[in-house]
């Protein structure tokens, strides 16, 4: 390995490098001399490492990772923790037999194949002949492997497919987006509606919190369902309980829906039931159901978890002292 690694002076006349912020240009030298480069562009860097050494947190390094690969100038695998700077072989020349074979040497310790693939491709670009690596790569092979060579992945593919990523997160913001367009215009259309879901939208705002795909997806599906005047009952009994958040509204409600509770007439009708057969006092019980789980917590002794006397401990250091 070598002790130093060369900046070439015009590297901050680089077009690319101009556009850059303080931090990405640094974070750049540091792809570019930091201990574990190698002869062929290959090499290991767990995030820890570059976390140590730049003195950045777990989501700088992220960061910075994933907008030089959007920036296509290095490519990280995440399996092996290896990276791969797209622009080596360009400024670092390998015609020089020695070279050649050190970079063969550093090659066979590369643990991503579609790095090394991607290498090759880059040396055809240069017309750096690897011919002698290859033949013996496929010499070494088992018969159930594939030549390098034709590994179906190259720079294009990898980067086609963070396009493809890209596309898919967008498309999911869009749908939230889309769930939260749909709020506002029945908003606008059925303001004047009992069952409006611009009522239902604020009432949970003012109660709860923002709003965001998910709850406008329940809060649409409620207001299909059952009356205002029942969700904000059960709203009023979240908030005395001191449980006013989604899970608990959803509970409340999910117990009415399974005793055929849609409006708060229906609410009332069941509490002049219960009133009149002597089981309550007239107020409908409105507990969601706890699990197993969290019931058994409930029962078990709390002395379980007080904290030792000083005879108890006593005792104890006596017993291992025997």
């Not at 009522?199 to 709860?208: A, C, G, P």
């Amino acid at each position: 390995m070598a002790v130093y690694r060369h900046i070439h002076i015009d590297y901050w006349q680089d077009g690319f490098v101009l556009d850059l912020t303080p931090e990405e240009k640094y974070f750049y030298i540091y792809l570019m001399t930091n201990s574990k480069t190698s002869q062929c562009g290959i090499y290991e860097l767990p995030k820890r490492i570059i976390e140590t050494e730049t003195g950045y947190n777990r989501e700088t390094v992220e960061k910075l990772l994933k907008r030089f690969e959007d920036y296509k100038k290095i490519v990280y695998c995440e399996g092996s923790k290896e990276i791969f700077l797209v622009n080596w072989i360009k400024h670092n020349k390998i015609a020089s037999p020695k070279v050649k074979k050190c970079i063969e040497k550093e090659l066979s310790n590369v643990k991503s194949k579609e790095l090394i693939n991607l290498f090759l491709i880059e040396c055809d670009k240069y017309r750096y002949s690897m011919d002698d690596y290859i033949k013996n790569l496929n010499t070494t092979m088992d018969r159930v492997s594939i030549p390098i060579r034709e590994v179906d992945f190259n720079l294009e593919d990898h980067y086609r497919e963070k396009e493809k990523q890209k596309e898919e997160e967008k498309y999911k913001e869009k749908e939230k987006q889309k769930l939260c367009d749909d709020l506002d215009y029945k908003d606008n259309y059925k303001n004047g509606e009992e069952n409006s879901i611009g009522k239902f939208k604020l009432l949970y705002e003012q109660n709860v919190g923002l709003i965001n795909g998910i709850v406008a997806q329940w809060l649409i599906e409620l207001c299909e369902t059952i009356d205002y005047k029942l969700f904000k009952r059960a709203i009023e009994i979240a908030t005395d309980k001191g449980k006013c958040n989604k899970g608990y509204i959803n509970g409340i409600l999910r117990q009415w829906s399974d005793n055929n509770i849609t409006c708060i007439d229906d609410l009332c009708a069941f509490e002049v039931g219960l009133k009149n057969r002597g089981d309550s006092d007239g107020k409908y019980k409105c507990e969601p159901t706890k699990s197993k789980y969290a019931r058994e917590l409930e029962d078990e002794d709390e002395g379980l978890y007080r904290k030792p006397t000083d005879e108890e401990i006593e005792a104890v250091k006596r017993k291992f002292e025997l």
